[in-house]
T-cell receptor
Framework: AQSVTQLGSHVSVSEGALVLLRCNYS??????LFWYVQYPNQGLQLLLK??????LVKGINGFEAEFKKSETSFHLTKPSAHMSDAAEYFC????????????FGAGTTVTVRA | DTAVSQTPKYLVTQMGNDKSIKCEQN?????MYWYKQDSKKFLKIMFS???????INETVPNRFSPKSPDKAHLNLHINSLELGDSAVYFC????????????FGPGTRLTVT
């Protein structure tokens, strides 16, 4: 079975500061890892994905994440926060052996201070 | 062009009623999913269909019954609604063999009073 743990349910950053959202995974098989963003009252939008190719993955809106197998981590970063980054962020894991069923973390709420 | 659409967006109903939520995707995908997001924003998969065949059926009360009339549609029917069914329900789709990423609809906020 696969699972993810997001460290920190709420992150507050100043506009222009680094955004760092932490995600650790557990998987008995090579995982596929994802970050999704949910803006208020909207659906989930895929930010980026790791599917066993490059360990540093670049996504939309200036976000990137690095897969570290030794640390079982897939942290999300953005060098400079923008007010529009305020949203809920979800880390998720799946595996081909599990019919690609996504298991989500509990989510991290990001607020951006002016 | 909306890739994954759901109707209705909001649904308010009373306990004991039966209601349906519809989902359609125009991405040409062959796999569709239903997820439930509770009040704490936790997301959990409920069902998945691949080419109209049920492949994932999590521990969900049998009052919930999915139905896939074709690859582009997945509906969710809920009988005898309870207060605890209040949540946001998301539909998603993906293409088997085309990558594991899933594309989500805008959600249906169900409120049971």
């Amino acid at each position: 079975a696969q699972s993810v743990t997001q460290l920190g349910s709420h992150v507050s950053v100043s506009e222009g500061a680094l955004v760092l959202l932490r995600c650790n995974y557990s998987s008995s098989v090579p995982p596929y890892l994802f970050w999704y963003v949910q803006y208020p009252n909207q659906g989930l939008q895929l930010l980026l994905k790791y599917t066993s190719a490059a360990t540093l993955v670049k996504g939309i809106n200036g976000f990137e994440a690095e897969f570290k197998k030794s640390e079982t981590s897939f942290h999300l970063t953005k060098p400079s926060a923008h007010m529009s980054d305020a949203a809920e962020y979800f880390c998720a894991v799946s595996a081909a052996s599990n019919d690609y069923k996504l298991s989500f973390g509990a989510g991290t709420t990001v607020t951006v201070r002016a | 062009d909306t890739a994954v659409s759901q109707t209705p967006k909001y649904l308010v109903t009373q306990m004991g009623n039966d209601k349906s939520i519809k989902c359609e995707q125009n991405l040409g995908h062959d796999t569709m999913y239903w997820y439930k997001q509770d009040s704490k924003k936790f997301l959990k998969i409920m069902f998945s269909y691949n080419n109209k065949e049920l492949i994932i059926n999590e521990t969900v009360p049998n009052r919930f019954s999915p139905k896939s009339p074709d690859k582009a549609h997945l509906n969710l029917h809920i009988n005898s609604l309870e207060l605890g069914d209040s949540a946001v329900y998301f539909c998603a789709s993906s293409q088997s063999g085309g990558g594991p990423e899933q594309y989500f609809g805008p959600g249906t906020r169900l409120t049971v009073t």
